[in-house]
C-alpha cells in the first residue's frame, strides 16, 4: 500500500512527529503522513494527511526517502509549513515539535530513528 509521510522542521530545527491514534503503531510517535489515494498524487495526500493530521498547510519538496513496514510502502519527503496552527487531529492523538533529544526519548515508530538518522 502506498503511503507518504513528511519530514518537516520549525524555525528551531525541531522535527514535527504525531502521536499515531489508531494501529498500525498505535501510541507510538512518527512522521506524519498516510495513505495515498487512488485519485492523488503523493504531493495531494501529503498536504491533504498533514492538513488532517496537524492543522497545517504545507509546500512538499524532495524525496527523502522510502521505507518499507510490512505492506506500506512509505514515501516520505521533505516539506515547510506554509500556514495553520499546529492542531492534532484525524489519526493523530497529539502533535509536538521534537528536538533530537527528545527523539531518544520518545516511543517511536520501528525504525524511525534509524531512517532520521541520516537527516538529522
Known sequence: MRCVGAVIRDTEGRLLLIQRGHP???????????????????????????????????????????VMIGFYEIFDYHAHVTGGELTPGDDASAA?????????????????????????
Do not use: M, Q, Y
Open 24 to 66: 498500525p503503531s498505535e501510541g507510538l510517535w512518527s512522521l506524519p503522513g498516510g495513505r495515498v489515494e487512488e485519485d492523488e498524487t503523493d504531493h495531494e495526500a501529503l498536504r491533504r494527511e498533514i492538513r488532517e493530521e496537524t492543522g497545517l498547510e504545507i509546500e512538499v519538496g524532495a524525496l527523502a526517502g522510502t
Open 96 to 120: 509536538t515539535w521534537a528536538t533530537a533529544d527528545d527523539l531518544v526519548r520518545l516511543p517511536l515508530t520501528k525504525g524511525l530513528l534509524d531512517f532520521l538518522d541520516g537527516l538529522i
